[in-house]
């Protein structure tokens, strides 16, 4: 049974730059939440998405948005990259809300 | 601010020490509560979780935690660790009247000396 896949592993962007991180959840997973990891501190919450939907959403700016698919799985995008924006994106998978979260190996994105 | 601390950044502790983590939220409502384990090189794990009910929770490889109400904690125990427990833990919270996300601490790396 595969566990929560992410893609690409490793990312180099340019400042202004826009970029796509795409997530394939547990299976039997409906919910996929995305979480921005900066070096030496806990993941921060970005946004969760069920059924097709934005559910709920972290203290992120409109630059980061997300899509989930029929299929379960999800994108996050962020436009007018950032140096800031530097970190370990991971997306995490859970059936409902609420309940235990499934990580992904998360997709280090280096923005220069 | 509405927050989840760890009291640790750093614990270096030799094999067969016992390992306390602290844990700390702020919000007064329901919470769900969790301990994830990062080891190098791999994916966040979850070592147990509590919801309700029994407020000490056995989880994998001999963790336990126990929730007091009346402190807002969730502390992380091990009676004996070992070099293998090395890894990054962290403390996360799902505060529920603030929706489903998880709220995490800033972690603690554990280094067990061999």
């Known amino acids: 049974d595969a566990g929560v896949t992410q893609s690409p592993t490793h990312l180099i962007k340019t400042r202004g730059q826009q970029v796509t991180l795409r997530c394939s959840p547990k299976s039997g997973h409906d919910t996929v939440s995305w979480y921005q990891q900066a070096l030496g501190q806990g993941p921060q919450f970005i946004f969760q998405y069920y059924e097709e939907e934005e559910r709920q959403r972290g203290n992120f700016p409109d630059r980061f948005s997300g899509h989930q698919f029929p299929n379960y799985s999800s994108e996050l995008n962020v436009n007018a990259l950032l140096l800031g924006d530097s970190a370990l994106y991971l997306c995490?998978?859970?059936?409902?809300?609420?309940?235990?979260?499934?990580f992904g190996q998360g997709t280090r994105l280096t923005v220069v | 601010a509405q927050s989840v601390s760890q009291h640790n950044h750093h614990v270096i502790l030799s094999e067969a020490a016992s390992l306390e983590l602290g844990c700390n939220y702020s919000?007064?409502?329901?919470?769900?509560l969790f301990w994830y384990v990062q080891y190098p090189g791999q994916h966040l794990q979850l070592l147990l979780k509590y919801f309700s009910g029994d407020p000490l929770v056995k989880g994998i490889k001999g963790f336990e935690a126990e929730f007091i109400k009346s402190k807002f904690s969730f502390n992380l125990r091990k009676p004996s660790v070992q070099w293998s427990d090395t890894a990054e833990y962290f403390c996360?919270?799902?505060?529920?009247?603030?929706?489903?996300?998880?709220?995490f601490g800033a972690g603690t790396i554990l280094r067990v000396k061999s």
């Open positions: 996360a919270v799902i505060p529920i009247e603030y929706g489903n996300k998880l709220v």
């Open positions: 919000y007064g409502g329901t919470v769900n």
């Open positions: 995490a998978s859970s059936l409902g809300g609420g309940s235990e979260a499934f």
